[in-house]
């Protein structure tokens, strides 16, 4: 796993580098995971309720199969298994169902269980490039695009922008190592007695047949 980003000229890479610092719950790495997601996706405008539900579909396998703990602060482990609960959702169901049975439900139960991220994550992910801000202050700061932000942060969406479209898309594989890494880091100094945290993260490939 890569544990630094590639340098840039265009980006201010070590705000992204500081969003991991102080963490005290995987929300971030989760936002992260899903924004990249989207880039794959070639997706440079993303709803908060798709980025909501790729955080959910991402760490599906990790809540489900194994007894993890994400610390006391983290509420994304009861998120999942209620919604698991609500939209009858197996635990063996690939990423890509998962995800697109969040963003089409319209059970309000679970609208309100994603959207509880919205109180925490969007813009605090913004806190490197805007220290000791306020919310309403970072929509903003991020609206005028001041210190070069990775999006703009609007109420319903975020905007990646043109030289982070470009970076992230450049760096695609790199960037999700990184976050691995330090998801990794993070939930092991929580699980000092449980083996392998790095093979809990991401569900294997199904086995080829032949």
Known sequence: MTHTFPISNTVPVHRLAACFNNTSATYKFYWLLAILDGVQDEQKELDKHQLFASMIANMWYTVNYFNVSFGQQD??????????????????????????????????????????FDKQVP?????????????NAIY??????????????HRDRIVIQDEWFE????????????????LTLFLQARNPNVPDIPGKLIKPAPRTKY
Request: without cysteine; charged residues 20%.
């Open 75 to 116: 509420l994304i482990q009861d998120a999942v298994r209620q919604i698991k609960e609500i939209e009858g959702i197996t635990i063996d169901a690939p990423k890509p169902l998962i995800k697109s049975m969040l963003v089409e439900t319209d059970n309000p139960l679970t609208h309100k269980l994603l959207f509880h």
């Open 123 to 135: 813009h605090w992910f913004l806190s490197p490039w805007y220290p000791k801000s306020e919310r």
């Open 167 to 182: 970076y992230l898309s450049q760096h695609l594989r790199i960037a999700t190592d990184y976050v691995y890494w330090n």
């Open 140 to 153: 903003q700061y991020s609206q005028e695009g001041l210190n070069k932000p990775m999006y703009h942060l």
